[in-house]
């Protein structure tokens, strides 16, 4: 959490109770000309009240382009700081600052610095899902969305270093053939996915497809029918005449795929400790319509990036947005 943020991480202000909270928020939004943008992983009441809902390469990349004053971004810190280090001259929020990031934590500045520091030599491409720092030591940023591209962008014998997602990274050396040295860092979601349970569902379920999100464990990925980030597992669902789907994600996605497939059926991939809802991202889920309430009335809590980092992390974001744009991604 950043220092000039509320300690609590959010602003613990009763709402009333006769509040109608969506046009309470509507109608600050108009007034502060803000926008807000959310993750497909944020629960359904806020993805419905967003102006844009996306996944980390939509958020960023609508993040670049608008013209609002105030970006309230409903989302995790990693993506409000992404969002500020392209705009430094807007105001950026996150509902709540508490909603970081297991994947990003994984991955401390400081040990990544030495890890580069012993492989001299080695291009640097990380995951979204890092802190400003970790941008900052960074050749070019990647999300799920882009990364097999971005990673053949270099010439094949390039010695590359891939961080933090283990995961996406061994799956990107598989699709592509490399062989980068992966930091060794993972989601606690993604990573809880129980290859029996979704063994036995596709047993109850025959006829449904498995979708799977690339920051799932190989065995996951080995048996899903379709790897890609939630956007594209969003357009492929969307898209597909099948009309059952075990979905390897976090939970919030199912969402937006029940809204664009109401005939369809949607069956989220349990996690490993049924006693839990691992499917869920606690940090994701902290965000809620009260505090993005009290976000815009109060505007709190605020991003801040140190201008020296942001400096320096804007450049591998900028590249990964070129790439991107010439790509048509
Ligand atoms: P995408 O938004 O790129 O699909 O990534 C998912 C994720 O874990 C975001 O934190
Ligand atoms: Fe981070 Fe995983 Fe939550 Fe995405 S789902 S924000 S990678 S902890």
Known sequence: MNDNANPAGFLNIPVPKDLDLKKAINDLKKEKNAVILAHYYQQGDIQDIADFVGDSLALAQWASKTTADIIVLCGVHFMGETAKILCPDKRV?????NAGCSLADSCKADDFEKFIKEHPGYVVISYVNTTAAVKALTDVVVTSTN?????????????????????????TNSITGRNMLLW???????????????????????????????????????????????????????????????????????????????????????????????????????????????????????????????????????????ISEKLGL
Not at 93 to 97: A, E, G
Not at 147 to 171: H, K
């Open 93 to 97: 929020f996150v509902p709540d600052l």
């Open 147 to 171: 990364a097999r591209q971005i990673v053949e962008s270099f010439p094949s014998e390039t010695p590359i270093i891939f961080g933090p997602d283990r995961n996406l990274g061994n799956y």
């Open 184 to 322: 060794d860092g993972a989601c606690h979601v993604h990573e809880q996915f129980s290859l029996e349970k979704i063994i036995e569902l596709k047993k109850e379920h025959p006829d449904a497809l498995v979708l799977a999100h690339p920051e799932c464990k190989s065995p996951i990925l080995k048996l899903a029918d379709h790897i890609g980030s939630t956007a594209a597992l969003l357009n492929f669902a969307t898209k597909s005449p099948n009309k059952k789907f075990i979905v390897a994600t976090e939970s919030g996605i199912l969402h937006e795929m029940q809204k664009k497939n109401p005939d369809k059926i949607f069956i989220p991939a349990p996690p490993n400790d049924s006693t839990c809802a691992c499917n869920e991202c606690s940090y994701m889920r902290l965000n809620t319509m009260e505090k993005l309430y009290n976000c815009l009335k109060y505007e709190i809590p605020e991003i801040f990036v140190d201008e020296e980092i942001r400096e320096k992390a804007v450049k591998p974001i900028q590249k990964m947005l070129e």
